[in-house]
Every structure is written in structure tokens, then in C-alpha cells.
């Protein structure tokens, strides 16, 4: 399996991002997918994830800023992100929400960079 995240950059804060995760080469529609964030200095965390029937969960550093969505047909799975903030700053990842050992190998990600 491939991922494949874009549609970071460098943003001002209040400001908003659409990332995208291109996943080729597995079953993408029977599996929970989530995006992770690891800032500086920080082990990767799970900020927002999305099942195969469609239910989120969000973090709480996150809940109503940021959604997820996905398109099935595409297999692309998305994170809006919305009034960005400085902590928001880091390298943004999609894998499958699952325990660590059944992850798919991980992509480069796409760094978002809020400016205060």
C-alpha cells in the first residue's frame, strides 16, 4: 500500500487547508482511516479518523475546526482544516486506525505550517 498526502503549506493563523491522502494498492473502503500529526519534537498523534460506514472522531485539540471525509470511488481520503492555529504546526500523515502493528508503511506526509 501507498499513501500518498498533499495540499500543505504555509498558512497564517485563523487561516484554512484542504489535505488530500491518495491510497493505492489495498482495500481502502473496508478499512478506518485516520490522520495523524507529529509536531516537533512529538511522537505522532491521531487527530481525526473516519470509518469505512462514514462516523468521524476527532481529537479535542481539533473538534469543530478540522474535517474528515472520504471518497471511496477515488480511494482519497481528506482533512479540512479550519481556523489553523501556531499548535496545529507539524508533518500530517493518513494510515489506517489501527493498533501500530497493523498500519500500512507510512508516507512522506505534508508539513502545515501556521504562522502566529
Known amino acids: 500500500v501507498q499513501l500518498q498526502a498533499s495540499g500543505g503549506g504555509l498558512v497564517q493563523a485563523g487561516g484554512s487547508l484542504r489535505l488530500s491522502c491518495a491510497v493505492s494498492?489495498?482495500?481502502?473502503?473496508?478499512?478506518?482511516i485516520g490522520w495523524y500529526r507529529q509536531a516537533p519534537g512529538t511522537q505522532r498523534e491521531l487527530v481525526a479518523s473516519?470509518?469505512?460506514?462514514?462516523?468521524?472522531n476527532y481529537a479535542d485539540s481539533v473538534k469543530g475546526r478540522f474535517t474528515i471525509s472520504r471518497d471511496n470511488v477515488k480511494k482519497t481520503v481528506f482533512l479540512q482544516l479550519n481556523s489553523l492555529k501556531p499548535e496545529d504546526t507539524g508533518v500530517y500523515y493518513c494510515?489506517?486506525?489501527?493498533?501500530?502493528?497493523?498500519?500500512?508503511?507510512w508516507g512522506q506526509g505534508t508539513q502545515v505550517t501556521v504562522s502566529s
Open positions: 494498492g489495498g482495500i481502502f473502503t473496508v478499512n478506518n
Open positions: 473516519i470509518t469505512s460506514g462514514g462516523n468521524t
Open positions: 494510515n489506517r486506525n489501527s493498533p501500530v502493528n497493523q498500519r500500512w508503511n
